[in-house]
């Protein structure tokens, strides 16, 4: 998504293919929004639609090689997107308005919704408009009876009640512009925000849907992230979902973060990010204090495990060793008293690693070692006893 392969239409100006490549940089934002949209029940946009460029299937020399139209009913698996043809072609002898339609992504031109009567998007848009005459370009709008906003200036994203806009130049080529973008990527989708607690409850009661692949071979994490919705994701993570798993086209969650845009949910996946935000319903304490008594406990017994009876061999008493179950509960309350420690670092690690069933894999290599190290303490104390 980030590579941008522009299908230009003979006679385009410059000014239209720096719009073009301005809306595949934000298409981002409009799947985003989609993906809020097919959940309300009441619906807030207006429209939506895309423009894509279609090839021409006619030879002849005089005609264009692409024909860019508007294509509404949109649905997006990261390769290509899907809908309905709005308009009557021209050249594309091949299709017809309402004919069901697939392109891959790098045929996107423009892409563009309404809210309220305002536009967000429509870069190619803006560009025709701004080369108007005021009087062609106030025809122009209220022929579209919608409100497009000053010529030269694009928003992605409504702005928060009594916010001012967030306005980007067409070519998004300003320092004002990176800035703008990276804040609106690492903002949350109100929606988002407004359904955490939903969320949370949802999972926590159909935690299939975590697992469950869909007719598609995508999972939701597969979803979310495509969309960019950073809490749903979050949500996900911490009720097990694997950021490994592949969908059809064998990418990864973290791959696909990487491909779809999304800076802040990649950290997210690879374990460099954490949410503060995310609601607790525990009441909330600090768990190091618990970890730093299980490690104590821990030492403690493994004191009376291995040191004490090391020693009254050295005195020449008779001694027994205790039983190999002691040294591994000894070795694995050590273990979560170091992990309730230091938790955030172990936890980043754990992210990172492939899902096994309902554990990670670095929780049973973790297990597996603590056992092992256990079962070899025992045998090594047993041996040095029966020898003196």
């Known amino acids: 998504m980030t590579e941008h392969i522009i299908y230009s239409v003979e006679g385009e100006s410059d000014e239209l293919k720096a719009a073009v490549i301005g809306a595949q940089a934000t298409f981002k934002f409009f799947w985003r929004e989609l993906s809020w949209e097919s959940r309300r029940i009441i619906k807030s946009l207006d429209m939506a639609a895309v423009k894509m460029s279609f090839a021409v299937d006619d030879n002849d020399p005089q005609g264009p090689s692409f024909e860019n139209m508007w294509v509404s009913d949109i649905e997006f698996d990261g390769q290509?997107?899907?809908?309905?043809?709005m308009n009557e072609p021209r050249w594309v002898t091949s299709l017809k308005a309402s004919d069901a339609v697939s392109l891959p992504l790098a045929a996107l031109n423009d892409w563009m919704y309404v809210r309220d009567g305002r536009v967000y998007g429509g870069f190619t848009v803006d560009a025709l408009r701004e080369g108007m005459s005021a009087d062609a370009r106030d025809e122009h709008d209220r022929a579209w009876g919608l409100d497009f906003g000053e010529p030269g200036t694009i928003e992605v994203v409504p702005a928060a009640e009594g916010q001012a806009p967030w306005l980007l130049s067409r070519n998004l080529d300003s320092a004002a512009d990176r800035q703008t973008l990276a804040t609106l990527e690492h903002a949350?989708?109100?929606?988002?925000?407004?359904?955490?607690e939903k969320v949370e409850e949802g999972l926590q009661e159909h935690p299939h849907v975590i697992r469950d692949y869909?007719?598609?071979?995508?999972?939701?994490?597969?979803?979310?992230?495509?969309?960019?919705?950073?809490?749903?994701?979050?949500?996900?993570?911490?009720?097990?979902?694997?950021?490994l798993a592949l969908n059809a086209y064998g990418q990864?969650?973290?791959?696909?973060?990487s491909e779809a845009g999304w800076p802040r949910i990649t950290r997210l996946?690879?374990?460099?990010?954490?949410?503060?935000q995310v609601p607790d319903k525990t009441g909330g304490f600090a768990l190091w204090p618990i970890g730093f008594a299980l490690?104590?406990?821990?030492?403690?017994?493994?004191?009376?495990?291995?040191?004490?009876?090391?020693?009254?061999?050295?005195?020449?008493?008779?001694?027994?060793?205790?039983?190999?179950?002691?040294?591994?509960?000894?070795?694995?309350?050590?273990g979560y008293g170091l992990v309730s420690c230091t938790g955030p670092w172990y936890f980043?690690?754990?992210?990172?690693?492939?899902?096994?069933?309902?554990?990670?894999?670095?929780?049973?290599?973790?297990?597996?070692?603590?056992?092992?190290?256990?079962?070899?303490?025992?045998?090594?104390?047993?041996?040095?006893?029966?020898?003196?």
């Not at 999972?219 to 809490?231: F, I, M, Q």
């Not at 990864?252 to 973060?257: C, D, M, N, R």
């Open 295 to 334: 490690v104590a406990l821990a030492l403690g017994w493994l004191y009376y495990l291995v040191v004490y009876p090391l020693r009254s061999a050295w005195a020449g008493h008779s001694v027994e060793v205790a039983r190999p179950w002691d040294f591994v509960g000894a070795i694995m309350l050590l």
């Open 348 to 388: 980043r690690w754990r992210m990172r690693t492939p899902q096994c069933g309902g554990a990670r894999l670095l929780d049973l290599l973790t297990m597996l070692g603590g056992f092992l190290l256990a079962v070899l303490l025992h045998d090594q104390v047993q041996r040095y006893v029966i020898g003196r």
């Open 269 to 276: 996946l690879e374990g460099h990010e954490t949410d503060d």
């Open 188 to 196: 949350e989708h109100p929606m988002a925000l407004n359904m955490r």
């Open 252 to 257: 990864t969650s973290v791959s696909l973060a």
């Open 80 to 85: 290509s997107i899907s809908g309905v043809l």
């Open 214 to 243: 869909d007719p598609d071979g995508w999972l939701l994490l597969h979803r979310e992230v495509l969309a960019g919705n950073y809490s749903v994701v979050h949500a996900l993570l911490r009720h097990g979902a694997d950021p």
